[in-house]
């Protein structure tokens, strides 16, 4: 089982901040690596995969890096619509996701 | 436009079984893989196990073995997931999800459906 570990748990921020989340893997998973964000009450929506790759509609301002074991997920300016829980998920192998970063209005 | 539409909320007693349904259009359904993540009240997501329709290639997390069936309606493009010998710890939101592959191989989730509530309560 590969632990998929993000930190930090919550952040703090203000609109037009940019904001940096980690996402750490047990194992090297390449570039197998999916970014989702949630909203209160809401399904998952698909920011990033292949660890770099926007899926269809995503703003530019959200970008993702890494390969191997070490991934982040970049918002150059905080929007208020962009306040939410993030999360990673790793698709090497069975997919696991890791727990969560909050991003919270400072 | 992509749309996978669930069932509605259920309320269960322990150590009985729940269905839920997870509708989608004949292209998604002939085209992708269908996966079932569920999510515990303020936890993170656990994936349950996914079909390809189109071949009828199922995989279940080694954690849900024997106790979860995901089974299909072709003939009204259902993906169904059922789970049995309910537990509280069951209680969570069930989401259906697209993966954009016809492999076995897991992948990303492209789409979700709006999530089912299942609560498993005496």
């Known amino acids: 089982e590969i632990v998929m570990t993000q930190s930090p748990a919550t952040l703090s921020v203000s609109p037009g901040e940019r904001v940096t989340l980690s996402c750490r893997a047990s194992?090297?998973?390449?570039?197998?690596l999916a970014w989702y964000q949630q909203k209160p009450g809401q399904a998952p929506r698909l920011l990033i995969y292949d660890a770099s790759t926007r899926a269809t509609g995503i703003p530019a301002r959200f970008s993702g890096s890494g390969s191997g074991t070490e991934f982040t997920l970049t918002i150059s300016s905080l929007q208020s619509e962009d306040f939410a829980v993030y999360y990673c998920?790793?698709?090497?192998?069975?997919?696991?996701f890791g727990g969560g970063t909050k991003v919270e209005i400072k | 436009q992509v749309q996978l539409v669930q069932s509605g909320a259920e309320v269960k007693e322990p150590g009985s079984s729940v269905k839920v349904s997870c509708k989608v259009s004949g292209d998604t359904f002939n085209n992708y893989k269908i996966t079932w993540v569920r999510q515990a009240p303020g936890q993170g997501f656990e994936w349950m196990g996914g079909i390809i329709p189109a071949v009828g290639a199922i995989h279940y997390a080694q954690k849900f073995q024997g106790r979860v069936t995901i089974t299909t309606d072709e003939s009204t493009f259902t993906i169904y997931l059922e789970v049995s010998s309910l537990r509280s710890e069951d209680t969570a939101v069930y989401y259906c999800?697209?993966?954009?592959?016809?492999?076995?191989?897991?992948?990303?989730?492209?789409?979700w459906g709006q999530g089912t509530l299942v609560t498993v309560s005496s």
């Open positions: 998920q790793q698709y090497n192998d069975w997919p696991f």
């Open positions: 194992q090297s998973v390449s570039s197998n």
């Open positions: 999800a697209r993966e954009d592959t016809l492999m076995p191989a897991p992948y990303y989730f492209d789409y």
